[in-house]
């Protein structure tokens, strides 16, 4: 899918502004280009630097001569579009005063449409890298190849209350400004509305209302293509513990070579063509937190400049993370939705640490104690006192209350696998009858394709499909069966 371009523009009041503000909020797949950080440098600069009159200026653009003596240069902050005109960027103090609001309005309508193919090739440059979201006045004239366009409106008087709580000035002042101004714009054109024009009346909308209805507009032309999982597998099979059920053992058909260098331009593809993941999860084929500390800050940095990419950051462990102070740190201390995911076959730790064969308990070391958040699978092995799980289960959950979350798996092997890994999985995996008796005992409750608790914070999902899972690996996107897809593919696969 080719990006687009939406126009959102309006009367004076109606909210454009606001409205494009916290849409970048929402949606990080779309620069956002207002017109006026076209117009309002270049009055700056006319006015402030040159010194011309509006007389002087009409004469330069009647005889052609304004492109001569200026030149448009554009920089992207925080997905936003800021214009410089002769390599001069000016702040927002000096761009948006009073007189910088009339001045502007009188620039753009001497300067009219003369500009029109400067805009048109910032804008095309703009469509290369992302969608684009324009605030303009008069849309299809500045970019004749508008894929939508929003207009919001409001009655008079709503404006005019708007723009005195704005600008913290009294009735008659306002009044005169807003009647002088409302006069400008639309003998200019810039209420023009079009076939395919949709129109949203904000003068009884609260502000999250009509961001409602824009961006339900905005999600129904561009949708966004939603993944359930991307998971970053890291391609080390070291571990600190030696698991008989190891799948990484089992299959090693990950390429071991990492490229985490790839990993901020692969979320920056993934953001700006409107891909959403529920979950970033950050897994491997042996133990990601014993991977150098100068790559998990890598990793941590790539989530902290794409944290809106995902609801969601989960750290696989086997229990290491909790015995290094400086790498839990790395993660623990990100201020996003976070969560540890440790997987056992006993809530006993001399049982588990036996089994599974690793050196210290984790769940006594104070980091596991200050997590933000740790989802515990257990996997249902015949290592579980199951007849007295329910009540086990809720000492083990009072004595660490960091465990947010507990899930249950099955382990599950193929028909034909025969390594040592498969046949202990046979030996101690619990049978579908008794499995069923302990969800009986536990009091879960099926919602869908899962059992969960009333509280929903014990759950047991029968099977796990990955279907709509993705994953990084080698520098690349790939699903579960290793077919790797560029972000063109992907959305065609994945999306609706």
Same mark, same amino acid.
């Given at each position: ?252 058909? *990950? @390429? #071991?070579?990492? &490229?985490?260098?790839?990993?901020? %331009? +692969?979320?920056?593809? $993934? =953001? ?49 993370? *909790? @015995? #290094?102070?400086? &790498?839990?740190?790395?993660?623990? %201390? +990100?201020?996003?939705? $976070? =969560? ?157």
């Amino acid at each position: 899918m080719s990006n687009k371009v939406i126009a959102i523009s309006g009367y004076t009041g109606s909210g454009k502004t606001t409205v494009s503000e916290h849409i970048l909020k929402k949606r990080m797949d779309f620069i956002y280009f207002d017109f006026g950080y076209l117009f309002r440098p270049l009055t700056y600069y006319l006015f402030n630097v040159l010194k011309l009159t509006p007389e002087e200026i009409e004469e330069k653009v009647l005889n052609n001569s304004l492109k001569n003596i200026i030149k448009f240069s554009y920089r992207i902050k925080s997905n936003k579009v800021e214009i410089g005109v002769n390599n001069n960027f000016y702040s927002q103090e000096d761009l948006y005063t009073l007189d910088m609001n009339m001045n502007t309005v009188t620039v753009g309508t001497i300067i009219g449409d003369s500009l029109s193919e400067e805009l048109e090739a910032i804008v095309n440059k703009l469509k290369q890298e992302s969608n684009v979201l324009l605030n303009a006045r008069r849309p299809v004239v500045a970019y004749k190849n508008l894929d939508y366009h929003i207009f919001l409106e409001a009655d008079f008087n709503t404006r005019l209350a708007r723009k005195m709580k704005m600008n913290n000035e009294d009735y008659n002042t306002t009044y005169a400004k807003l009647v002088e101004r409302d006069i400008k714009e639309e003998n200019s054109g810039f209420w023009e509305k079009y076939d395919f024009t949709e129109t949203i009346d904000t003068s009884n909308l609260t502000k999250d209302e009509v961001l409602t209805k824009v961006l339900n507009i905005i999600d129904r032309k561009i949708k966004i293509t939603y993944i359930n999982n991307l998971t970053l597998i890291l391609g080390s099979y070291n571990c600190n513990k030696n698991c008989p059920y190891c799948i990484a053992k089992n299959t090693k058909k *990950f @390429n #071991s070579s990492d &490229k985490i260098e790839n990993l901020d %331009s +692969i979320l920056d593809v $993934l =953001e700006r063509n409107s891909v959403k993941l529920k979950r970033f999860v950050i897994s491997g084929n042996g133990e990601p937190s014993m991977y150098d500390l100068d790559d998990l800050r890598k990793i941590r940095t790539s989530l902290i400049n794409h944290k809106k990419l995902f609801d969601l950051i989960r750290v696989h462990s086997s229990g290491y993370i *909790f @015995n #290094s102070k400086e &790498k839990f740190d790395l993660f623990n %201390s +990100i201020e996003l939705p $976070l =969560e540890f995911e440790v997987l056992r076959i006993s809530l006993d730790s001399n049982v588990d640490k036996t089994v599974l064969g690793y050196e210290s308990n984790y769940l006594d070391s104070s980091l596991f104690k200050n997590s933000k958040r740790v989802k515990c699978d257990i996997a249902l092995t015949d290592y579980l006192d199951y007849v007295n799980l329910k009540c086990d289960l809720q000492t083990f959950l009072n004595n660490n209350p960091s465990i947010k979350k507990v899930r249950f798996k099955k382990l599950l092997v193929g028909d034909d696998d025969r390594t040592p890994q498969a046949e202990w999985v046979r030996k101690h995996s619990l049978d579908d009858n008794t499995i069923k008796n302990v969800i009986d005992s536990l009091g879960l409750v099926k919602k869908k394709d899962k059992y969960e608790s009333l509280d929903s914070i014990i759950v047991y999902k029968p099977s796990g499909n990955y279907d709509n899972d993705i994953v990084i690996n080698n520098g690349e996107i790939k699903d579960y069966k290793y077919n790797t897809y560029n972000v063109k593919e992907l959305k065609k696969r994945y999306g609706d």
